[in-house]
């Protein structure tokens, strides 16, 4: 719909439509109201303008349906209009779970991109069409915002943290990739695009560029290199708590409140591991705020969600449970 239209990209994903129709729908109801009152407007002050010196207005003694209509009516609106608007955020805010992820890195003034199996990109993103991405995001400055037109996706993009956003290209081509939030003098230079490829096409791009090693290769070897594995054994023996399974699960703190390992969870664990301590270990782990930046802590992320669970069967209430002699051991993941 109005695809030649500057102000109307083109429509190249699964969420595209379902965001025009909430705005064209908000629109109509602006663009009805504006004209219904303006014409009111006119009519009445053409209607009882007043025509004499000594014309004197009627009392007005109220009327309680049109109070009734004139409340009813807009209430009934705006809640369509909460309930649409929902159903379209929950949408862009909850990615399906075969959704392949893909971790993005905010910096002035330009976008750098991992994808899974190692590639690396800047200022360029390749998807498949017709397959879920989502986008783990987060910067090493300033606040910035990834914005693809055509796909109806924006999220900000925030230091110490990380945000996501998802979309399933539905056709083949080039989209714009902006920052949308004024990020400092270039500001209006950090674009990119987006290349969405056929699903085979995809796979010949992966497969040709050079061979590099998966983020969870990756971030196998800094695990071993800052000899996180010493620590967090899989046998649950060491230091820290096992890993393996981790993600995803509810564990329990020592001050008793229930968490998501996540990734922004994961992320607090390895920069700032003493503010929430697991119970059971103690605070020990030391900080690797500074020895690790955020391409590094992607492939660590990635590494640990790559860890399968072991069999061993553990405590629905606390799926890292500490070994009998962990009273002195770690907190963190």
């Given at each position: 719909?109005?695809?030649?239209?500057?102000?109307?990209?083109?429509?190249?994903?699964?969420?595209?439509?379902?965001?025009?129709?909430?705005?064209?729908?908000?629109?109509?109801?602006?663009?009805f109201?504006?004209?219904?009152?303006?014409?009111?407007?006119?009519?009445?002050?053409?209607?009882?303008?007043?025509?004499?010196?000594?014309?004197?207005?009627?009392?007005?003694?109220?009327?309680?349906?049109?109070?009734?209509?004139?409340?009813?009516?807009?209430?009934?609106?705006?809640?369509?209009?909460?309930?649409?608007?929902?159903?379209?955020f929950?949408?862009?805010?909850?990615?399906?779970?075969?959704?392949?992820?893909?971790?993005?890195?905010?910096?002035?003034?330009?976008w750098?991109?991992?994808?899974?199996?190692?590639?690396?990109?800047?200022?360029?993103?390749?998807?498949?069409?017709?397959?879920?991405?989502?986008m783990?995001?987060?910067?090493?400055?300033?606040?910035?915002?990834?914005?693809i037109?055509?796909?109806?996706?924006?999220?900000?993009?925030?230091?110490?943290?990380?945000?996501?956003?998802?979309?399933?290209?539905?056709?083949?081509?080039?989209?714009?990739?902006?920052?949308?939030?004024?990020?400092?003098?270039?500001?209006?230079?950090?674009?990119?695009?987006?290349?969405?490829?056929?699903?085979?096409?995809?796979?010949?791009?992966?497969?040709?560029?050079?061979?590099?090693?998966?983020?969870?290769?990756?971030?196998?070897?800094?695990?071993?290199?800052?000899?996180?594995?010493?620590?967090?054994?899989?046998?649950?023996?060491?230091?820290?708590?096992?890993?393996?399974?981790?993600?995803?699960?509810?564990?329990?703190?020592?001050?008793?409140?229930?968490?998501?390992?996540?990734?922004?969870?994961?992320?607090?664990?390895?920069?700032?591991?003493?503010?929430?301590?697991?119970?059971?270990?103690?605070?020990?782990?030391?900080?690797?705020?500074?020895?690790?930046?955020?391409?590094?802590?992607?492939?660590?992320?990635?590494?640990?969600?790559?860890?399968?669970?072991?069999?061993?069967?553990?405590?629905?209430?606390?799926?890292?449970t500490?070994?009998?002699?962990?009273?002195?051991?770690?907190?963190?993941?």
């Amino acid at each position: 719909m109005f695809s030649g239209f500057p102000l109307f990209p083109e429509q190249a994903s699964t969420v595209a439509g379902d965001v025009d129709n909430l705005y064209f729908f908000l629109l109509a109801i602006t663009a009805f109201f504006s004209t219904l009152i303006a014409g009111l407007v006119i009519y009445f002050a053409i209607r009882y303008r007043r025509r004499s010196e000594v014309e004197l207005p009627e009392p007005i003694t109220g009327s309680t349906k049109l109070e009734t209509l004139w409340t009813v009516i807009p209430a009934i609106i705006v809640m369509v209009i909460f309930a649409w608007g929902a159903k379209v955020f929950l949408s862009l805010h909850r990615p399906p779970s075969d959704a392949t992820p893909i971790y993005v890195v905010g910096k002035q003034w330009m976008w750098k991109l991992q994808h899974l199996e190692g590639q690396r990109e800047i200022n360029e993103l390749h998807v498949p069409v017709g397959r879920s991405v989502k986008m783990i995001m987060s910067s090493e400055d300033v606040i910035h915002s990834f914005y693809i037109p055509a796909f109806r996706v924006k999220a900000d993009v925030l230091p110490g943290r990380y945000t996501s956003i998802w979309f399933k290209a539905t056709k083949p081509g080039e989209y714009h990739l902006f920052c949308a939030e004024y990020c400092g003098t270039k500001h209006s230079g950090m674009i990119g695009k987006v290349v969405a490829l056929e699903p085979a096409a995809y796979e010949t791009w992966l497969a040709g560029g050079p061979r590099e090693q998966s983020m969870t290769a990756r971030g196998q070897f800094l695990f071993q290199n800052f000899s996180c594995n010493t620590c967090h054994r899989a046998d649950g023996q060491g230091r820290g708590p096992a890993l393996e399974g981790v993600f995803g699960k509810t564990i329990i703190l020592q001050n008793g409140q229930k968490v998501v390992v996540d990734d922004n969870y994961l992320r607090e664990s390895i920069l700032t591991p003493a503010s929430k301590v697991l119970a059971g270990y103690q605070p020990v782990m030391p900080t690797f705020q500074g020895q690790v930046n955020e391409e590094a802590l992607a492939q660590l992320l990635g590494y640990i969600k790559s860890l399968a669970p072991q069999a061993v069967t553990l405590p629905a209430t606390a799926p890292l449970t500490p070994s009998p002699r962990s009273e002195s051991q770690n907190s963190r993941p």
